[in-house]
């Protein structure tokens, strides 16, 4: 167990539709990463945030939007919902140099 | 941009040694990551490497030549339960970030 929570574990939905995956940083950790991994791709950086602060983003779609609180927790929130979109959404916490990975949201786009 | 390679796939008997091999190309370099997933689960963090050598731990060591933009991981006596994808990730240095660029992983099957 990393200390890395997600929430909810599977979500299937149809297109078009808006879906909010919830991550919750090991205790202590200040950094949230969202990560995207489809079958045909690997690992993708989606975004990065910092103790609230937006640090960083990858190759992520204008559809899609993140928010860390203040409590640190982290949303991603993915609208207009495309078939493409299936795959498994990981967050990832880091105080250092380390990164742990939540479980991940396996999400299905109908 | 950066560019990360490693093989798709390997196969390796149970109790030999395996050697995973990743190369890569970065404007900037500030550590390398191996990670390990198991189908369907999270990667689970194995080792960092951010100066040239070898970093040893337990069965696994991992090994950092910046000059030639190459590590490797090495797995040794090899148990079924190392079958798994094992994921080279570069940190790129500078900026407001320590986001990781990951390959697209080693599939490692180990056979009886």
């Known amino acids: 167990d990393s200390g890395v929570t997600q929430t909810p574990k599977h979500l299937i939905t149809a297109t078009g539709q808006r879906v909010t995956l919830r991550c919750s940083p090991r205790?202590?950790?200040?950094?949230v990463y969202w990560y995207q991994q489809s079958l045909d791709q690997g690992l993708q950086f989606l975004i990065h945030?910092?103790?609230?602060?937006?640090?960083a983003k990858g190759n992520i779609l204008e559809r899609f939007s993140a928010q860390q609180f203040p409590d640190l927790h982290s949303e991603l929130n993915l609208s207009s919902l495309e078939l493409g979109d299936s795959a498994l959404y990981f967050c990832?916490?880091?105080?250092?140099?380390?990164?742990?990975f939540g479980p991940g949201t396996r999400l299905t786009v109908l | 941009g950066q560019n990360i390679d490693q093989p798709t796939e390997m196969t390796a008997t149970e109790g030999a040694i395996v050697q995973i091999n990743c190369t890569y190309q970065t404007s900037g370099f500030n550590g390398l990551f191996w990670y390990q997933q198991h189908a369907g689960e999270a990667p689970t963090f194995l080792s960092y490497n951010v100066l040239d050598g070898l970093e040893e731990k337990g069965r696994f060591s991992s090994f950092l030549s910046r000059s030639k933009g190459y590590s490797y991981l090495l797995l040794k006596e090899l148990q079924m339960k190392d079958s798994a994808s094992y994921l080279c990730a570069v940190r790129r240095e500078g900026g407001a970030t320590n986001k990781l660029i990951f390959g697209t992983g080693t599939l490692l099957a180990v056979q009886p």
């Open positions: 205790s202590g950790d200040l950094s």
């Open positions: 945030y910092y103790n609230g602060e937006e640090r």
């Open positions: 990832a916490s880091s105080f250092h140099n380390e990164q742990f």
